[in-house]
């Protein structure tokens, strides 16, 4: 079972970029799908991004256009690039496949805090 460490979060000015890393504990050359997830203190972890292994990519309405989402398998990660920041990208985000079945059983690292603040 592949487990996901995220990191390159921080304070950052609204405007301003940041690039998100996960690291995933084995290869990621066959997994299908692999998503960014954000989730705000009292709020439902929400998707932020998706990239399938053919490198088709999804984004929610309130990111396209500034963040980006890659994958190199041979490096076992998966990236985030986040432009134009907001204060309302303010979030923990969080690596992790695509939720199966009626039950949401994944498991969940600490994910990497972005804060966008004057």
């Known amino acids: 079972q592949v487990q996901f460490v995220e990191s390159g979060g921080g304070l950052v000015q609204p405007g301003g970029s940041l690039r998100l890393s996960c690291a995933a504990s084995g290869s990621i050359s066959d997994i299908s799908v692999l998503g960014w997830y954000r989730q705000t203190p009292g709020n439902r972890r929400e998707f932020v991004a998706r990239?399938?292994?053919?490198?088709?990519?999804d984004y929610a309405g309130a990111v396209r256009g500034r963040f980006t989402i890659s994958r190199d398998n041979a490096k076992n990660t998966v990236y985030l690039q986040m432009n134009s920041l907001k204060p309302e990208d303010t979030a923990v985000y969080y690596c992790?496949?695509?939720?199966?079945?009626?039950?949401?059983?994944?498991?969940w690292g600490p994910g990497t805090q972005v804060t966008v603040s004057s």
């Open positions: 990239i399938t292994r053919d490198t088709f990519m």
């Open positions: 992790n496949v695509p939720a199966t079945g009626e039950r949401d059983l994944r498991s």
